[in-house]
């Protein structure tokens, strides 16, 4: 109980006060964001990173300074992690928190960048991806397995309320769908050119992930708990 106790703190959003009873104040919350605006912010530093990579050698001839950075996808990159800062520092002043996720594939993205444009290896970028969606994928089917916790209910239980076999399903099948993600990554960087691989980053993933939310409806109408039904549980 105690580890799973530490655990649901931490996947609290970041900024988020720990405990209810230190809130001896009053204070004004920030209203959640908006479907729209949250999927601005998580898309957009995705559409920023295509189109650094299709015009990035326009961008070069008319800012010379960002020759420094080599290729268009180097440029790209460079691009896509200054993109990501904004898009978090945006979250945080809109909502004065930030999710687990957002924080960790952030990190990832300045790390593997960073890696990217100081060896000048478009390798780095390419993979990212796949390392990213393997550690959740890891960590979603591990929690669960060797302690015992559906994962997805620490990050969902707000949006949701399922009954505990609801809570598995999902973290079983969003678990088998990082490892998905990362072996559709390896195939598509491996095989295709940079532009499609950049390309499929929107078109491809995205539409992906989209149409696998929406195979799990079945699942949060079939497990989905109302408020008494939730309040007695």
């Known amino acids: 109980m105690y580890l799973q106790k530490q655990l649901q703190e931490l996947n609290k959003p970041f900024g988020q006060p720990k405990s209810e009873k230190v809130m001896s104040e009053p204070q004004t919350e920030r209203q959640p964001l908006g479907q729209w605006t949250k999927m601005a912010l998580e898309v957009g530093p995705i559409v920023v990173f295509i189109l650094a990579n299709k015009y990035g050698e326009q961008l070069a001839e008319s800012y010379p300074a960002l020759q420094a950075f080599g290729g268009k996808i180097f440029i790209a990159t ?3 992690m200054v993109a990501m ?3 978090l520092i945006l979250t945080w002043m809109f909502e004065r928190r930030v999710a687990i996720m957002p924080l ?3 990190g990832m993205v300045l790390i593997f960048g960073g890696l ?4 000048q290896d478009e390798w780095f970028i390419k993979v990212k991806p796949t390392i990213i969606n ?3 994928g890891v960590a979603t089917l ?3 397995y060797v302690l015992k916790i559906p994962t997805m209910k620490l990050l969902f239980d707000g949006p949701f309320s399922l009954d505990d076999e609801g809570w598995r399903k999902l973290t079983v099948r969003w678990g088998y769908f990082f490892f998905f ?3 559709v990554n390896e195939v598509v960087w491996r095989n295709f050119s940079t532009d499609f691989w950049v390309n499929f980053k929107l078109y491809g993933t995205m539409p992906l992930t989209f149409a696998f939310m929406m195979f799990q409806m079945p699942v949060l109408k079939e497990h989905g708990l109302d408020k008494d039904e939730e309040e007695v549980g």
């Open 134 to 136: 393997i550690m959740f």
């Open 104 to 106: 960790v594939t952030f």
């Open 116 to 119: 990217t444009l100081y060896l």
């Open 78 to 80: 460079a691009f896509f």
């Open 85 to 87: 800062t904004i898009s």
């Open 181 to 183: 993600l990362a072996l």
């Open 142 to 144: 591990g929690v669960l």
